[in-house]
């Protein structure tokens, strides 16, 4: 994919209703334009406000595994779903704990399954992994990606109610997430502030459509390699793949560097995960 996401709730949001607060009927919606994105003229105080962190944690597994005795197997897979399950049933609710999880066997190969984990603190995503570390199932699974990120506010979007100014995720709606790292070019950010609006505009008018597709669009900067991680919730494969062509014909999409590696995941409870590795 050469695209950048389509844009909701947070770097590059439409309004999740389909609406177009602030414009024409039918027309496109009238966006606020950040005119000092570098804070050099405002001289804008840091936001220290509680924001939900992300991690999306990829596993592979060694085919070792599958050569141990059936009875063996069932053991180290029940100890593994425990400890995952553990770490969201025994946190207190205001740790904000989340965890989805995600079968990945037959859809793509360098990795498994995914867990999708959502807390306050980036250290609760070190408690959750010393937790599966801990387990003997670690010791055939290795991660070949692994990817931390944080929600934060859209400067390309009203805000206005109903138009996706939140800062919660709502994750795992969906029966499949696709996910895939992001980076944007240089020259985008040498762009004047209304340039990187108009074209923003024309990216959300063109997704608008796609009601059966919702992002969550998260930001790395300084906390890991790429700028964003894109995460879609659908039920529908289909409207994401002919979302993602037709955004192609954007011109913010000329701005992209990097959009891979894609991942395809497909819901499931963690004991089902567990099965589909054999």
């Not at 109610?161 to 980076?183: A, D, N, R």
Request: glycine share 8%; with cysteine.
């Amino acid at each position: 994919m050469t695209d950048e996401p389509k844009p909701t709730q947070t770097e590059n949001t439409p309004p999740p209703t389909g609406g177009r607060p602030g414009g024409a009927p039918g027309g496109r919606p009238k966006m606020m334009v950040d005119l000092d994105p570098s804070g050099q003229v405002t001289q804008r105080d840091p936001d220290r406000a509680q924001r939900q962190f992300l991690n999306y944690a990829f596993f592979k597994l060694d085919p070792a595994f599958r050569r141990l005795p059936h009875f063996e197997r069932e053991e180290i897979k029940a100890e593994f779903l425990a400890a995952a399950q553990g770490w969201v049933d025994e946190a207190p609710a205001e740790k904000g704990i989340i965890q989805r999880t995600y079968s990945l066997v037959g859809v793509r190969g360098d990795v498994d399954f995914m867990l999708w984990r959502i807390a306050f603190d980036v250290r609760e995503f070190q408690e959750a992994q010393g937790r599966l570390n801990r387990t003997r199932l670690m010791g055939y699974l290795t991660q070949p990606y692994n990817y931390v990120s944080m929600q934060r506010r859209s400067q390309y979007v009203n805000r206005v109610e109903g138009s996706g100014h939140g800062l919660e995720v709502l994750p795992g709606q969906g029966k499949y997430l696709f996910i895939y790292p992001f980076i944007k070019t240089r020259p985008w950010y040498d762009l004047t502030p209304h340039s990187r609006q108009g074209m923003m505009d024309e990216h959300i008018y063109a997704s608008a459509p796609f009601k059966g597709v919702r992002i969550n669009t998260s930001y790395s900067y300084g906390i890991d390699d790429q700028e964003f991680v894109v995460s879609f919730d659908s039920d529908y494969p289909q409207e994401f793949v002919d979302l993602v062509h037709r955004l192609r014909y954007t011109e913010a999409s000329m701005y992209t560097l990097r959009d891979t590696p894609m991942f395809t995941c497909v819901k499931k409870e963690l004991a089902d995960v567990m099965e589909d590795l054999g």
